[in-house]
């Protein structure tokens, strides 16, 4: 029933600013989470934030990358400041952490299709 969109993606030079968005469908009284993966390597965890709008973010992008969600539109946004190459990557948006850490990508039910960040130098 749950479905998540992306938008946003795009190409950007190093130190520019992206906002994405992640549309979702069906029940969203969950945390959203933001992950990134770039070709050959893991994905990896960059944001999260409940219901109750209580946030986490990775190391990373600590300090640069900013996680919101709109209830009433059943949105979600990462807006990426001070951008860097190596932030290169589709991000995801997931939804429906079974787990109580919700740093990995297992723990989630749901995803989006991605969107592509590139980050140019």
């Known amino acids: 029933q749950v479905q998540l969109v992306e938008s946003g993606g795009g190409l950007v030079q190093a130190g520019g600013s992206l906002t994405l968005s992640c549309v979702a469908s069906g029940p969203t009284v969950s945390r959203y989470a933001w992950f990134r993966q770039a070709p050959g390597k893991e994905r990896e965890f960059v944001a999260a934030?409940?219901?109750?709008?209580?946030?986490y973010t990775s190391d990373s992008v600590k300090g640069r990358f900013t996680i919101s969600r709109d209830n009433a539109k059943n949105t979600v946004y990462l807006r990426m400041n001070s951008l860097k190459p190596e932030d290169t990557a589709v991000y995801y948006c997931a939804l429906g952490c079974s787990g109580y850490e919700c740093t990995k990508s297992y723990e989630y039910a749901h995803w989006g299709q991605g969107t592509q960040v590139t980050v140019s130098s």
């Open positions: 934030i409940t219901w109750s709008a209580s946030t």
